[in-house]
């Protein structure tokens, strides 16, 4: 049994993605007992202040797969197989740091020795689910690589989505950000009332409206350009959409090697831009009328997060993760997966009305200031302290 002391909290996860907000929040609610990170220290602490005692670094295993990443490309086997495995190292390191504390807040590959520790000692287990499940995604990107006739090169490793799932069936709770993520673990097994739904933040300090008056109509789309994103739908949305009303359309994100024969074909089309400084985007936001994310499968895209942030409207799919956010006709428009016809129609339908893009866009930027990372934390925190 789980005792009626106080929670004391650690966080659990081998590299960044949020876990510095999530630890600064635990942390201002009185909560956290400790950070265990591999991610290296110079960079864990540049975003939020965290008491530095509170952190045990790790060597900065995961450094290794991403400079791999830099040189070869994500596509390489052999940072690939770091990417799957080194999670499972970090996770063994970490279950032998878990002797005082009650509560446990794990990522996703990367906890399932520490979640049988965890219960052995009598505490709870939580797994931050950043993205769909992993059976779900590998199942929808193999279809939607066979239709396009290409290879699906890189699927996650059956030994992940079984540790997954087993992380799923064995911890007290999933922590989702998206009705879509819980949906995904639903649908394979895992009980809906263990998922949570917490979405994540955004950082206003950084994104905020600048209202500028914009002389074209211009989209954009933030993220890596490939199949899982969808990209190839926005493509042939803007083929529809550039024969009856002038457009500009701004691309920001990395190309995937297989899908160049696509972008190459389509880049007429769009202004494209590899790499923008996260801090600068926000720029690049206001100077933009909507948003458009055509993403077949995501967690949470907090890209549509900061765009809301900055007055934009969102057309995104159902599957984007912004259904946390995004209300279907109040700060933009939900289309289904895959449907190049209906993204053209919406845009084009709020080129041609002014008033509702204008309408669409006060409520975005409201809408944004309800997902602020402190509120995050106290969502967190209130259901931890429910436990």
Request: charge should be positive; include cysteine.
């Amino acid at each position: 049994m789980y005792n009626q002391k106080k929670p004391r909290v650690t966080v659990s996860c081998g590299t960044k993605f949020h876990s510095d907000y999530t630890s600064f929040q635990l942390q201002q609610h009185g909560l956290l007992q400790q950070v265990i990170t591999a991610h290296p220290k110079r960079r864990y602490l540049n975003r939020v202040n965290l008491i530095k005692k509170s952190v045990t670094f790790f060597p900065p295993i995961f450094a290794l797969s991403y400079i791999l990443n830099r040189i070869f490309g994500s596509s390489n086997k052999l940072s690939k197989w770091l990417d799957f495995n080194l999670p499972v190292l970090f996770d063994w390191f970490a279950a032998k740091k878990l002797k005082n504390t009650n509560v446990l807040l794990t990522w996703a590959w990367s906890g399932l020795s520490s979640i049988k520790q965890i219960r052995k000692q009598g505490g709870i287990a939580l797994v931050e689910e950043c993205g769909s499940c992993n059976k779900f995604q590998n199942e929808l990107l193999e279809e939607e690589y066979q239709h396009l006739g290409l290879k699906f090169e890189t699927p996650t490793p059956n030994f992940i989505i079984e540790r997954q799932l087993e992380e799923a069936k064995i911890a007290d709770y999933l922590l989702c950000p998206s009705q879509h993520v819980i949906n995904s673990f639903v649908t394979n097994g895992i009980e809906k009332e263990k998922c949570i739904l917490i979405p994540y933040g955004v950082n206003l300090g950084i994104f905020k409206p600048e209202w500028l008056k914009k002389e074209e109509f211009t989209l954009i789309c933030v993220g890596t350009v490939g199949v899982r994103k969808g990209y190839l739908y926005l493509f042939r949305a803007l083929e529809i959409i550039s024969k009856k009303i002038p457009v500009k359309c701004i691309i920001i994100g990395r190309t995937e090697n297989q899908f160049q024969p696509y972008f190459d074909k389509h880049k007429h089309l769009f202004t494209h831009y590899e790499h923008i400084a996260h801090h600068e985007l926000g720029k690049y936001y206001n100077q933009a009328s909507l948003f458009v994310f055509p993403s077949l499968d995501e967690g949470m895209a907090l890209v549509q997060l900061e765009a809301m942030a900055c007055g934009l409207p969102i057309i995104c799919t159902t599957n984007s993760g912004g259904d946390s956010a995004v209300t279907d006709g109040i700060e933009g428009c939900v289309v289904p997966i895959r449907n190049a016809e209906a993204i053209a129609e919406k845009v084009i339908s709020l080129y041609k009305n002014p008033e509702l893009l204008k309408e669409m866009s006060s409520n975005a930027h409201l809408k944004a200031q309800e997902f602020t990372w402190d509120k995050y934390g106290e969502k967190l925190a209130t259901f931890i302290k429910s436990l």
